[in-house]
């Protein structure tokens, strides 16, 4: 009988055991966060240059997705237009820069979280840029274009207009990887306000105002804390968005840099970051520890390639002058 109860006793054993081993929890296949290896690996999609993305609506082809995330009735309808000026926008970025980002950018329209103010303006109220770019793409809560007087978002066809500063970021994110605030947000202004992508597109005037400002830096009549203040989106000492609008005023005004110059300017950069391997790569990797491991190549764009020392020995190159007084004026460290 005790022999019985033993035998009983160790299959039941056996079988709880063999029980736990079927049932462990399978282990995710380790998956090592590189990138540059033409692999995308999940979650670093916007961080990597070798992506193939896809299509998540009918607006695509191999330069844009136009998506609709809960938008209205409205939005919706005019989604068709909004895609072909997108298109126009792209190629003329494309052209500008001399290169496009290697992978598709989505651009999603999506109905506001809080309300927006109506146009109070009898002739209209023309908006160019807003919204958000994310390293995926631009996400925003509203059409671009003319809102006629009383309503806050454009609902006719023949009024859609084209989104080029929120574009510009993202040209500039997958063309020369992370850069300082102050430059991403100077060279998305100067595209808005400078390179007319279409007859029907209106050139923001925002270039011209912060024209004004640098001369009255120049002057001495206002300091730099007076006009560009602790920005608090970016958390840097002075406001990003005037900081490099004046960077760019001043390379048009004092240093007759003017549109080719620009766009020169930023191929060079573009071509800098291309070309940076090796050592060029393993120097600007020691400033983010944290990636040392996980970068094989430059197609990582958390890597800052182009630093401000960079941007400044390239502008000088092209303008054939040296920078030192304006990056003073401005106090960017490089
Ligand atoms: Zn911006």
């Known amino acids: 009988m005790k022999k019985v109860a033993l035998i009983f006793l160790s299959i039941s054993i056996f079988i709880i055991i063999l029980y736990f081993i079927i049932n462990l929890p399978e282990q995710e296949p380790y998956k090592p966060p590189i990138c540059g290896d033409s ?156 390179v007319l992508c279409h007859p029907d597109y209106i050139l923001s005037n925002k270039m011209d105002d912060f024209l004004s400002l640098y001369n009255q830096l120049k002057k001495g009549d206002k300091t730099l804390d007076e006009i560009a203040p602790y920005d608090e989106y970016y958390q840097t000492s002075h406001n990003s968005h005037r900081i490099g609008s004046m960077y760019f005023s001043a390379l048009e005004q004092d240093y007759n840099c003017n549109k080719k110059c620009i766009s020169r300017i930023l191929y060079f950069l573009y071509e800098y970051r291309k070309n940076c391997v090796r050592d060029c790569f393993e120097n600007a990797k020691k400033y983010v520890p944290q990636l040392m491991n996980f970068s094989l190549n430059n197609n990582d764009l958390r890597v800052p390639i182009i630093t401000n020392k960079i941007i400044k020995q390239k502008s000088e190159e092209i303008i054939g002058e040296d920078l030192n007084s304006l990056f003073e004026l401005l106090e960017i460290e490089y």
């Open 39 to 194: 692999i995308c690996w999940e979650g670093e999609e916007s961080y990597c240059l070798d992506c193939n993305l896809s299509c998540k609506s009918e607006f695509c082809n191999s330069k844009i997705n136009v998506l609709c995330d809960n938008c209205t009735e409205t939005q919706k309808k005019l989604l068709p237009t909004l895609f072909e000026h997108q298109n126009i926008a792209y190629d003329c970025l494309a052209n500008y820069y001399n290169y496009h980002p290697p992978r598709l950018i989505y651009h999603t329209i999506s109905s506001p979280d809080s309300p927006i103010e109506p146009c109070n303006k009898k002739e209209g109220c023309y908006i160019s840029g807003g919204g958000i770019a994310y390293h995926e793409g631009i996400e925003q809560e509203f059409i671009p274009g003319l809102r006629e007087y009383g309503e806050n978002d454009v609902t006719k066809k023949e009024n859609i207009g084209f989104e080029i500063h929120e574009f510009a970021h993202i040209f500039t994110y997958y063309g020369l990887g992370i850069v300082q605030s102050w430059f991403t947000e100077g060279i998305s202004i100067y595209t808005e306000s400078r």
